[in-house]
T-cell receptor, first 121, second 114 residues
Framework: AQKITQTQPGMFVQEKEAVTLDCTYD???????LFWYKQPSSGEMIFLIY??????QNATEGRYSLNFQKARKSANLVISASQLGDSAMYFCAMREPLPINSGGSNYKLTFGKGTLLTVNP | DAGVIQSPRHEVTEMGQEVTLRCKPI?????LFWYRQTMMRGLELLIYFNNNVPIDDSGMPEDRFSAKMPNASFSTLKIQPSEPRDSAVYFCASSFGPSGNTIYFGEGSWLTVV
């Protein structure tokens, strides 16, 4: 079974410090993609960062970086210099092929349960 | 550029009523997803369209749920009749291509069935 595991229900970090949110995944596919989304209290899902399984370098987007360790099947999100506005729910997700012969490489996105990050002033 | 647009943002309805949620994907995107988010079950994929064709609807909970995509710029998710356990946030998301590396979500439709 394919799945995403986020072992930290909640995390606390001091403003301006770095924080790592853990994500491990389970797949037997060679081609897959990993995503991180942020969901603030207002509810919208904000795309943060993407890592393809064949990407050799870790993805970075501003203060966000993805620590991709393929052998360990982990894709941890690192937020540097935390800000109060970073307080939110963070979801790790994996793009995986659908087990349906639809004539193309169709896929779905499977989400973890999320980690609630609180940034303290 | 406009993102994924969902309507209504909030809806409160009585049990037994029909509910229709609407989604306009990002222009040019050809993959569209409907997700449901609840505290108990997290984010669940309900159905996925590629080039307006439903590819996987195995996540649709039961026959009361139906989804359509009559054209590339519009999709609906209908619940008839609605039940209190359908209360959730329903997200529409879109991407370009079956292997798109960026999937954008709408702001969600918050449904409460009383």
């Amino acid at each position: 079974a394919q799945k995403i595991t986020q072992t930290q229900p909640g995390m606390f970090v001091q403003e301006k410090e770095a924080v790592t949110l853990d994500c491990t995944y389970d797949t037997s596919d060679q081609s897959y993609g990993l995503f991180w989304y942020k969901q603030p209290s207002s509810g919208e899902m904000i795309f943060l960062i993407y890592q393809g399984s064949y990407d050799e370098q870790n993805a970075t987007e501003g203060r966000y970086s993805l620590n991709f360790q393929k052998a360990r099947k982990s894709a941890n999100l690192v937020i540097s210099a935390s800000q109060l506005g970073d307080s939110a729910m963070y979801f790790c997700a994996m793009r995986e092929p659908l087990p349906i012969n639809s004539g193309g490489s169709n896929y779905k996105l499977t989400f973890g349960k999320g980690t609630l990050l609180t940034v303290n002033p | 550029d406009a993102g994924v647009i969902q309507s209504p943002r909030h809806e409160v309805t009585e049990m037994g009523q029909e509910v229709t949620l609407r989604c306009k994907p990002i222009s040019g995107h050809n993959s569209l997803f409907w997700y449901r988010q609840t505290m108990m079950r997290g984010l669940e994929l309900l159905i996925y369209f590629n080039n307006n064709v439903p590819i996987d609807d195995s996540g649709m909970p039961e026959d009361r749920f139906s989804a359509k995509m009559p054209n590339a710029s519009f999709s609906t998710l209908k619940i008839q009749p609605s039940e209190p356990r359908d209360s959730a946030v329903y997200f529409c998301a879109s991407s370009f291509g079956p292997s798109g590396n960026t999937i954008y979500f709408g702001e969600g439709s918050w449904l409460t069935v009383v």
